[in-house]
């Protein structure tokens, strides 16, 4: 019965691949020598990071390997995080369950070669489980399901550090009488009266997300007004909010695509206009519909591509990819009453893998995994000449 599905899951995949899409060979990577792949970074328009259990790959959008790094752990650490932080660094988190976090950063030698920098270091005062952390410019954030934390990281030529900030985004700093329950945050970066700002999306199983504006100063974030993007009333059926893209943002509008933890509902894409810290308008504008594997991880965007992850208990995951283009934040048009539903344009498929790699590419193109040490490039430069 189990190979039967097997096979006839490898049929679809073969079916499916074939529809826009123009595939490459998949290249397997060695399972013993790099471990499964986790998660992954891109650190310039032709190189990106994978993350595997014991090393990190740095390869080429031709998927060559370029490069490896080891990753310093225990063997009861897991490190499943990966961001860059700059042209020449990226960073690596690492935790053992429910105990103090820590990162390690890496910086090129080269342009196809990196090495450990520092130490590894420990988040101050912080011995919790953390469901992720993230960062941008030097301002580190740790993210728990009562509070995103924001920490400074303090970088010198031949060192590095990790400052504790006043800045703990909980119930509190949101003014909510009831805990919280944050699954995930993303942001973005927009110019207001000359000044680098952030609109920061810290989304909320229930209500939907909170909004955060962050002021840029000597490249530490630092957040001056937030509210509600409250989408529990939105729609006639409960919807749980998992994580979130930001298309494109101005201090007052964005236009945003929610994943949702699948219980019948599509993830959605929503334009929100920021009237006041009190009051946020909500339109729903696009939904986006498929099988019904929930979604899993981040949303992933380019041009008018929308990407999502979606898997099933069995850990097979499909990746959707969406053709549309959705309107700038501050442009003017008519919402619709009622906000189309799109079906994605393809499907790449995997058998079972623990974690799953999705990227988009420069030039139109995709790279997904397949099982847990495979990678595979594809083509869809159809989409492109569709929009034009
Ligand atoms: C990287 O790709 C983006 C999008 O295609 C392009 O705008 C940018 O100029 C590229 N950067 C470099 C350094 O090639
Ligand atoms: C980059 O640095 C590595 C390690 O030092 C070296 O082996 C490699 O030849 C260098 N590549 C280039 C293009 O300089
Ligand atoms: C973190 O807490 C655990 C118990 O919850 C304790 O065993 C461990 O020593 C603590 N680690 C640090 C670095 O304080
Ligand atoms: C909090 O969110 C998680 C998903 O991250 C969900 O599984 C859990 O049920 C939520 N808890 C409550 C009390 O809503
Ligand atoms: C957003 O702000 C810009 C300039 O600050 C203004 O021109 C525009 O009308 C505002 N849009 C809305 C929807 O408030
Ligand atoms: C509204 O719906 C029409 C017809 O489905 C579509 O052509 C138009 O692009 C939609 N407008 C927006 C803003 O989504």
């Given at each position: 019965m189990k190979i039967f599905y097997i096979l006839s899951f490898i049929v679809t995949l073969c079916k499916t691949q074939i529809n826009m899409a123009f595939c490459d060979d998949y290249i397997e990577y060695d399972m013993n020598y790099f471990g499964k792949f986790i998660s992954n970074a891109k650190l310039s328009n032709n190189t990106d990071a994978i993350l595997a259990e014991k090393r990190v790959l740095i390869i080429d959008d031709e998927l060559n390997v370029l490069s490896s790094l080891p990753i310093p752990k225990t063997q009861t650490h897991n490190c499943e995080w990966i961001f860059q932080q700059s042209s020449d660094t990226f960073f690596v988190g690492c935790q053992k369950n429910g105990e103090s976090p820590y990162l390690i950063a890496y910086r090129s030698i080269n342009q196809t070669h990196y090495q450990q920098f520092g130490d590894i270091v420990y988040f101050p005062n912080l011995n919790e489980t953390i469901i992720k952390v993230t960062g941008t410019l030097n301002t580190l954030f740790t993210i728990q399901s009562k509070k995103v934390t924001l920490f400074t990281l303090v970088l010198s030529a031949s060192d590095w550090s990790i400052k504790t900030t006043q800045n703990v985004l909980d119930k509190n700093y949101f003014a909510r009488t009831t805990e919280i329950n944050i699954t995930d945050i993303t942001l973005a970066p927009f110019i207001q009266d000359n000044l680098q700002q952030y609109k920061l999306i810290v989304v909320e199983y229930n209500l939907?997300?909170?909004?955060?504006?962050?002021?840029?100063?000597?490249?530490?974030?630092?957040?001056?007004?937030?509210?509600?993007?409250?989408?529990?009333?939105?729609?006639?059926?409960?919807?749980?909010?998992?994580?979130?893209?930001?298309?494109?943002?101005?201090?007052?509008?964005?236009?945003?695509?929610?994943?949702?933890?699948?219980?019948?509902?599509?993830?959605?894409?929503?334009?929100?206009?920021?009237?006041?810290?009190?009051?946020?308008?909500?339109?729903?504008?696009?939904?986006?519909?498929?099988?019904?594997?929930?979604?899993?991880?981040?949303?992933?965007?380019?041009?008018?591509?929308?990407?999502?992850?979606?898997?099933?208990?069995?850990?097979?995951?499909?990746?959707?990819?969406?053709?549309?283009?959705?309107?700038?934040?501050?442009?003017?048009?008519?919402?619709?009453?009622?906000?189309?539903?799109?079906?994605?344009?393809?499907?790449?498929?995997?058998?079972p893998q623990d974690f799953a790699i999705y990227y988009f590419n420069t030039g139109y193109r995709v790279v997904h995994s397949i099982e847990n040490n495979k990678l595979q490039s594809c083509d869809l430069y159809n989409y492109k000449l569709q929009m034009e």
């Amino acid at each position: 019965m189990k190979i039967f599905y097997i096979l006839s899951f490898i049929v679809t995949l073969c079916k499916t691949q074939i529809n826009m899409a123009f595939c490459d060979d998949y290249i397997e990577y060695d399972m013993n020598y790099f471990g499964k792949f986790i998660s992954n970074a891109k650190l310039s328009n032709n190189t990106d990071a994978i993350l595997a259990e014991k090393r990190v790959l740095i390869i080429d959008d031709e998927l060559n390997v370029l490069s490896s790094l080891p990753i310093p752990k225990t063997q009861t650490h897991n490190c499943e995080w990966i961001f860059q932080q700059s042209s020449d660094t990226f960073f690596v988190g690492c935790q053992k369950n429910g105990e103090s976090p820590y990162l390690i950063a890496y910086r090129s030698i080269n342009q196809t070669h990196y090495q450990q920098f520092g130490d590894i270091v420990y988040f101050p005062n912080l011995n919790e489980t953390i469901i992720k952390v993230t960062g941008t410019l030097n301002t580190l954030f740790t993210i728990q399901s009562k509070k995103v934390t924001l920490f400074t990281l303090v970088l010198s030529a031949s060192d590095w550090s990790i400052k504790t900030t006043q800045n703990v985004l909980d119930k509190n700093y949101f003014a909510r009488t009831t805990e919280i329950n944050i699954t995930d945050i993303t942001l973005a970066p927009f110019i207001q009266d000359n000044l680098q700002q952030y609109k920061l999306i810290v989304v909320e199983y229930n209500l939907g997300a909170f909004w955060v504006d962050a002021v840029v100063r000597n490249n530490i974030l630092s957040p001056f007004r937030n509210g509600l993007i409250n989408l529990y009333y939105f729609s006639n059926y409960q919807k749980y909010y998992q994580s979130a893209v930001i298309h494109s943002t101005t201090q007052n509008v964005s236009q945003i695509v929610f994943t949702i933890f699948y219980n019948g509902n599509y993830d959605i894409s929503i334009k929100v206009v920021y009237v006041s810290t009190y009051t946020t308008e909500v339109y729903e504008t696009y939904q986006f519909r498929s099988n019904e594997w929930a979604s899993w991880n981040k949303p992933i965007l380019f041009g008018n591509l929308q990407g999502i992850l979606r898997r099933n208990t069995l850990k097979q995951s499909i990746f959707n990819v969406y053709n549309i283009q959705i309107p700038v934040a501050n442009a003017q048009y008519e919402s619709n009453l009622t906000s189309p539903v799109y079906d994605p344009v393809d499907t790449f498929t995997s058998p079972p893998q623990d974690f799953a790699i999705y990227y988009f590419n420069t030039g139109y193109r995709v790279v997904h995994s397949i099982e847990n040490n495979k990678l595979q490039s594809c083509d869809l430069y159809n989409y492109k000449l569709q929009m034009e």
